[in-house]
C-alpha cells in the first residue's frame, strides 16, 4: 500500500520556523520526485519546492527561495521542507506528492508534474 504520511504543521508565530516531513512508503523511493505544495483557503494550490531521490536536484518557487530548504533521506525514504522566517501569506495546507521520476526531470519543469500519489496534508498557520 503506497502511503504518503505528512507531518510537522502547527500553528507558529510570524518570523518563527517549522519543518515539515513527508514519509514515504510503498513504492520505490528513489525513482520518484518529491514535491511540496500548498492550498490557501480561497487560492488555488501553488507548488512550493521539489526534490529528485534519484540525483538530488531541487527546484524551490520563488515564495520559498531564501526562506524554505527541501532535503531528502533516501535512507528513510522522507523528504522535508525547513520552513524559516514563515510569514502570514505561508498559512495553508501542505501537501506532499510523489511522481515517478527517474530520469530527474520534474525539477527542470518547476516542480509541474504528473505526480502519482499525494498525502493527506498538514496544516500551517502562522500568525502576526
Known amino acids: 500500500e503506497v502511503q504518503l504520511v505528512e507531518s510537522g504543521g502547527g500553528l507558529v508565530q510570524a518570523g518563527g520556523s517549522l519543518r515539515l516531513s513527508c514519509a514515504a512508503s510503498?513504492?520505490?523511493?528513489?525513482?520518484?520526485?518529491i514535491g511540496w505544495f500548498r492550498q490557501a483557503p480561497g487560492k488555488e494550490r501553488e507548488g512550493v519546492s521539489c526534490?529528485?531521490?534519484?540525483?538530488?536536484?531541487?527546484y524551490a518557487a520563488d515564495s520559498a527561495k531564501g526562506r524554505f530548504t527541501i532535503s531528502s533521506d533516501n535512507a528513510k525514504n522522507t523528504v522535508y521542507l525547513q520552513m524559516n522566517s514563515l510569514k502570514p501569506e505561508d498559512t495553508a495546507v501542505y501537501y506532499c506528492?510523489?511522481?515517478?521520476?527517474?530520469?530527474?526531470?520534474?525539477?527542470?519543469?518547476?516542480?509541474?508534474?504528473?505526480?502519482?500519489?499525494w498525502g493527506q496534508g498538514t496544516q500551517v498557520t502562522v500568525s502576526s
Open positions: 506528492a510523489a511522481g515517478r521520476d527517474p530520469a530527474a526531470i520534474a525539477t527542470l519543469f518547476r516542480c509541474s508534474y504528473d505526480y502519482d500519489y
Open positions: 510503498g513504492f520505490i523511493f528513489d525513482d520518484y520526485t
Open positions: 526534490i529528485s531521490s534519484s540525483d538530488g536536484s531541487t
